[in-house]
């Protein structure tokens, strides 16, 4: 208990903002690939996408802002230097992809002029100059890259699983929705 | 401790690895391995499936695009369809009687930019004008806080296909036989068989009198909208741009041209004359009228409101007018408007927007109406 209990996973505010960017994220991505292929939903689901990738911005900037002024769990003692630098560097890579993914996707339609409309009469400015070849970079770029957070949430998703249930060290604990205590 | 997968730190301190459990057994851990397995996979087959990968004979976006590709072809820089057209600008004055009807913006009385696009139906950049082909008119209003108003409207009275199926089965069963070059009769007329809504549609179409040239058509936006006031009010519409130039009918003379611009010249020879004006007529639909089906006309006496007056004054060719690089898709829409339940208009959105990505990153090749035919 104490001090060291503490430690041991990170604060109620990093994990109620790590649950609800993965909550949002997941949401997203179905959401984002079930779009392009749709017809009949497809309004209703740009009509969602929009407002909630604007809305990923908003939590990840929070997070991030936080994150650095919050003390860290350390890692669990079973992961090897190797694993931590994998986790480090897949922190840094869903990070980029969770900061971009968003900008891309206001930059692009900013680019094909189109209004990115929140709720409402509530838009925001374009971020870009008009243009369709801009536009059709940023466009290919969205997609290789919400592919690639997709695989990239699989592996950490996969890492969580395989350290929580095979390697049983409470690497999971540290990001549970509840409170854990030292063993 | 032996554990297969993970290699301890050499530095781990006894009392953290106290804490650890006793590893699994080599058996327990594959079968957990399994789970995780499972587990992936379910994920990454569920968001195939989102992405309609395990439905490769569903109607998307994409295969609709590349129908019409199929259909006239791929013309870089391109729309898939109503390639060939020319690039308008102007202003909106609204009269203030829209008010009533929607909130938005546009509708308060006074002036907003709008850009927009003439345009004939068909995949064919370069193909000859001819009364006959269906005409389009593309518009785009700037409204003063930087929101959007969006429509594309064309010159027939009803669109001839209930459903966005509907549209692709006929593209299918018009497409030309290598053989003969023309459409297969038989599978024409199975499509006539199978879709009374079209030839119904077809019917009205036909007894519609097409006027001479763009100046004196009448544009209708097909699909059912709402409107939504002040009040919360939300209402069906239907809506139509109404020329000030009178009409004129096609004679013989008009279709006997040579000129394979000639409808876009006497465009641009009467707007360089004087702005041409449209009035924007609002149709206000009644509890009963069908707004999911664009192949039924309204019936007449329905309210009608003249809510402002279209003035395009200023033409130019594709290759520098902003309307090229611009997806007039249907559900850009300003608060106080929403779609209505029409189920082509969401496939609308979605497929000009497959087409306008497809254009977007190619080349850009010269516009029939270059900016010489403009100047002339």
Redesign the interface.
């Known amino acids: 208990m104490g001090a060291a209990s503490e430690q041991r996973q990170f604060t109620v505010l990093m994990r109620i903002l790590h649950w609800l960017t993965a909550a949002m994220v997941l949401t997203m991505?179905?959401i984002g690939?079930?779009?392009?292929?749709?017809?009949?939903?497809?309004?209703?689901l740009?009509s969602i996408h929009r407002p909630l990738g604007i809305a990923i911005l908003i939590v990840v900037v929070v997070r991030f802002v936080n994150r650095q002024f919050s003390t860290l769990p350390p890692f669990?003692?079973?992961?090897?230097?190797r694993?931590r630098f994998i986790a480090h560097a897949s922190e840094v890579l869903l990070y980029t992809l969770l900061f971009a993914l968003p900008l891309i996707g206001w930059g692009m339609l900013s680019a094909?002029?189109?209004?990115i409309?929140l709720y409402?009469?509530l838009?925001l400015?374009p971020i870009l100059p008009?243009?369709?070849?801009l536009?059709?970079?940023l466009?290919?770029t969205h997609t290789v890259l919400a592919y690639l957070l997709?695989l990239a949430f699989?592996a950490h998703?996969?890492a969580i699983?395989?350290h929580t249930?095979?390697?049983?060290?409470?690497l999971f604990s540290r990001m549970a929705p509840w409170r854990v205590h030292?063993? | 401790m032996q554990?297969p997968?993970?290699?301890?730190?050499p530095s781990?301190?006894t009392a953290?690895?106290e804490?650890?459990?006793a590893?699994?057994s080599r058996g327990r851990?594959l079968t957990?391995?399994g789970?995780?397995g499972v587990?992936?996979l379910c994920?990454?087959g569920?968001?195939?499936y989102?992405?309609?990968w395990f439905s490769p004979n569903?109607?998307?976006?994409?295969r609709?695009v590349d129908a019409f590709e199929r259909a006239d072809g791929v013309f870089s820089g391109f729309r898939r369809n109503h390639a060939k057209g020319v690039g308008v600008s102007g202003y909106f004055e609204s009269n203030g009687q829209g008010a009533r009807l929607s909130k938005a913006?546009v509708f308060r009385a006074g002036r907003v930019p709008v850009i927009g696009r003439f345009s004939f139906g068909g995949g064919d950049p370069n193909v000859a004008d001819a009364p006959s082909m269906v005409r389009g008119l593309g518009l785009l209003f700037w409204l003063p806080?930087?929101?959007?108003w969006r429509t594309a409207m064309i010159n027939l009275p009803v669109f001839p296909f209930q459903t966005?199926q509907a549209f692709y089965d006929n593209l299918v069963a018009s497409q030309p036989d290598p053989q003969t070059g023309k459409p297969d009769p038989e599978k024409m007329a199975a499509f006539a068989a199978s879709h009374p809504a079209t030839v119904r549609a077809l019917g009205i179409i036909q007894s519609h009198l097409a006027s001479s040239g763009f100046d004196n058509t009448a544009f209708n936006s097909l699909n059912a909208f709402r409107f939504i006031n002040a009040a919360g009010t939300s209402i069906p519409v239907r809506w139509s741009l109404a020329p000030v130039e009178p009409f004129v009918a096609v004679t013989t003379m008009t279709t006997a041209q040579t000129d394979k611009n000639y409808m876009f010249d006497a465009l641009i020879a009467s707007i360089l004359q004087h702005p041409l004006q449209w009035h924007l007529i609002i149709t206000i639909g009644k509890p009963g009228d069908p707004t999911n089906d664009a192949t039924m006309a309204w019936p007449d006496g329905r309210e009608q409101v003249d809510v402002g007056t279209l003035a395009v004054d200023h033409i130019e060719s594709e290759e520098t007018s902003?309307a090229r690089?611009?997806?007039f898709?249907p559900?850009?829409l300003?608060?106080g408007m929403a779609?209505s339940d029409d189920?082509l208009?969401?496939?609308r959105?979605?497929?000009y927007?497959r087409s306008?990505?497809r254009?977007?990153?190619e080349a850009k090749t010269p516009s029939a109406i270059s900016p010489a035919e403009v100047r002339r």
């Open positions: 991505l179905g690939v079930a779009m392009v292929a749709s017809l009949g939903n497809y309004h209703r740009v669990p003692p079973s992961m090897s230097s694993e094909a002029r189109f209004p409309v409402g009469s838009h400015p008009h243009s369709v070849m536009y059709a970079l466009r290919k997709f699989i998703l996969g699983l395989f249930l095979v390697v049983r060290d409470g030292a063993r | 554990r997968w993970s290699d301890p730190l781990d301190s953290s690895v804490k650890q459990p590893p699994l851990a957990r391995l789970g995780i587990v992936i994920l990454a569920g968001f195939l989102l992405g309609g569903a109607l998307t976006p994409a609709f913006v806080d930087g929101e959007q966005p902003p690089d611009i997806n898709d559900l850009v300003p608060s779609p189920p208009l969401s496939a959105s979605a497929i927007s306008f990505t254009r977007a990153g």
